[in-house]
């Protein structure tokens, strides 16, 4: 199984930065897609970027410009650094890794951003 820790996660006014981070524990050059999704509180959980081992990246319409997906292989790790935050950018990101049918969430992030 994968584990997925992730951080960076906080309070910042609007139009401010946050870098999140989720640490694998294993190879992420073994993982097919890893991804980023976030989830405010009574709405659905969305997928705001992914990224493939082979490097393609995607974004949805709200965060593209402000949001840039990246990895570290050699840290294992998976980045979203996020840009020109805005107050609807509030929600709980969550990083998920998917190889084949397995797929693993880890425990989320609070991202609060004020106006």
């Known amino acids: 199984q994968v584990q997925l820790v992730e951080s960076g996660g906080g309070l910042v006014q609007a139009g401010g930065s946050l870098r999140l981070s989720c640490a694998a524990s294993i190879s992420i050059f073994s993982i097919n897609v890893m991804g980023w999704y976030r989830q405010a509180p009574g709405k659905q959980r969305e997928l705001v970027a992914s990224?493939?081992?082979?490097?393609?990246?995607s974004y949805a319409d709200s965060v593209k410009g402000r949001f840039t997906i990246s990895r570290d292989n050699a840290k294992n790790t998976v980045y979203l650094q996020i840009n020109s935050q805005k107050p609807e950018d509030t929600a709980v990101y969550y990083c998920?890794?998917?190889?084949?049918?397995?797929?693993?969430w880890g425990q989320g992030t609070q991202v609060t951003v004020s106006s």
């Open positions: 998920r890794s998917a190889q084949g049918i397995r797929i693993y």
């Open positions: 990224i493939t081992n082979g490097g393609s990246t």
